[in-house]
C-alpha cells in the first residue's frame, strides 16, 4: 500500500516558521518527484512547490518564493517544506504528493499518490 503521511502542521503567528514533513511508504520513492500544494477554505488547489527526484531542482509557486523551501532526504523516504515568514494568506491544508513521470508540475493532475494533508494556520 502506498502511503504519505504529512505532519508539522498547526497554529503559528504572522512571521514565524513552520517545518513540515511528507513520510512516503513507496519502495521506489527516489523514482519520483515530489510536490507540495495546498487548498484554503473556499479554494481551489494550489500548487506550492515540487522537487526533483534527487533533489537537484526545486520548484516555486511565486507566492511562497524566497519563503519556503523544499527539500527531500531519499534514505528516509521523506520530504520537507520549510516555510519562513509566514503570511495568513497561507492558512491551508497542506498536501504531499508524488508524481510518476513528471518533475516540477504545478499541475495536480500530474501527481500519482496523495497525503491526507495537515493544516497551517496562521494568525495575524
Known amino acids: 500500500q502506498v502511503q504519505l503521511v504529512e505532519s508539522g502542521g498547526g497554529l503559528v503567528q504572522a512571521g514565524g516558521s513552520l517545518r513540515l514533513s511528507c513520510a512516503a511508504s513507496?519502495?521506489?520513492?527516489?523514482?519520483?518527484?515530489m510536490g507540495w500544494f495546498r487548498r484554503a477554505p473556499g479554494k481551489q488547489r494550489e500548487f506550492v512547490a515540487a522537487?526533483?527526484?534527487?533533489?537537484?531542482?526545486?520548484y516555486y509557486a511565486d507566492s511562497v518564493k524566497a519563503r519556503f523551501t523544499i527539500s527531500r532526504d531519499n534514505a528516509k523516504n521523506t520530504v520537507y517544506l520549510q516555510m519562513n515568514s509566514l503570511k495568513p494568506e497561507d492558512t491551508a491544508v497542506y498536501y504531499c504528493?508524488?508524481?510518476?513521470?513528471?518533475?516540477?508540475?504545478?499541475?495536480?493532475?500530474?501527481?500519482?499518490?496523495w497525503g491526507q494533508g495537515t493544516q497551517v494556520t496562521v494568525s495575524s
Open positions: 504528493a508524488a508524481s510518476k513521470y513528471y518533475t516540477g508540475s504545478s499541475d495536480y493532475t500530474a501527481y500519482d499518490y
Open positions: 513507496l519502495r521506489t520513492f527516489s523514482t519520483y518527484s
Open positions: 522537487i526533483s527526484r534527487s533533489g537537484g531542482s526545486e
